[in-house]
């Protein structure tokens, strides 16, 4: 990802900043949209793992989508250009005043999560005499095999209606004067690897498909969410396989004339494409370890300290070489401000820069003003 040009330029760059390669981004992009294209599968990208407006003007212009999970994210939706009727809103707690922005805005469908939302979006709607098209989320009791912080789709999970609550939520349907069921909605989680989950994940869909068209209803939609997971130890290895990830749905959903499939890509789109450029403020060399103290932390970019994820972590001004082992670690007053324990990496220095590597997604949206620190900033590729 970064040539010897980027690196000089980086050195008189003020750190720390999220690098964009938007040369990457774009090809990204272009991959999923032609990927997706021979079977006709829609995609609205998950707005909640980047929304730097940067970012959304390119992922817009590919044509896509915006899967948003709040007011502000509609908002922001609707600012950069994403057409209102390719918005989605979820959430499993949207407020009266977000659903009444979000139904002034005329957006695509409501993800509804719970019975109680489907009667106060009905209410709602009703009195603004319009009606709001939506789709059930299902909690289909799928193990996602991811982190189980960021696994949505099992019974104990707090998202989408439960199978037993079915009959109840299609009553509610039937009485609701200003619902239009358009279909159903899925997510069992992020940063799945094993594409075999979503195997099993449409196994669930066909079953709950067959299920509403037997109780009368037409399901149009079938939105079965994101979560394709990126490589973080190889962040060279920088696109998705997209074409085996739509195959998958290809083949194992029974898709019925005239419906649709649909797709919240978020990280997968995002992910490579950005690192957090960072440079040594000091060297602590102690008899048991070694501590790099950075110039960003778990303020710029959270999922280390909240996760124990691992990003790829790369001294630029130094390059390859392991002679040493660090602790690699932030400013912030708070132990699990860590980047990495015992990473290798060539003998470091004050004023080395470091690369914090697949930060695209879930890095920039997630900073924080912890310790009243100064927000993060952006480059682009495209103007150094
Ligand atoms: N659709 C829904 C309903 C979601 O909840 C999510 C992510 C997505 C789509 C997009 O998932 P993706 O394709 O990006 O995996 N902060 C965590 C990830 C949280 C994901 C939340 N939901 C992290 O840093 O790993």
Redesign the pocket.
Known sequence: MFADKDIAKFNNIETPFYYYDTDLLQKTLEACASAAKPYGFHIHY?L??NFNPVILDQIKTIGFGA?C?SAGEVRRAVEVGFENKKIVF??VGKSDKEINEALDLDIFCF?VESIQELEVLNELATAKRKTAQIAI?INPNVDAHT?H??T?GLDENK?GINSWDLPACAEVLKASTNLAFLGI?F?I????TNLDVYKNLCVRVNEFCNWFEDKGFTVAVLNV?????IDYHHPDHQIPDFKAYFKIFNDFLEIKANQEVHF??????V?QSAALITRALYIKNGKKKNFVVLDAGMTEL??PA??Q?YHKIENLTRGHGNDLRYDIVGPICESTDCFGKEVEQPESFRGDVFAIRSAG???EV?ASKYNLRDEIRSVYSSEI
């Open positions: 998950a909640k793992a899967d999970v979820a959430g993800n989320r982190h912080n960021i949505t998202f909605h997510h989680g992020s940063q799945i969410g994101g979560g394709l997971g919240e890509l978020g990280r997968a789109l992910g959270m999922r909240l996760y994820a997604a879930y890095g997630m």
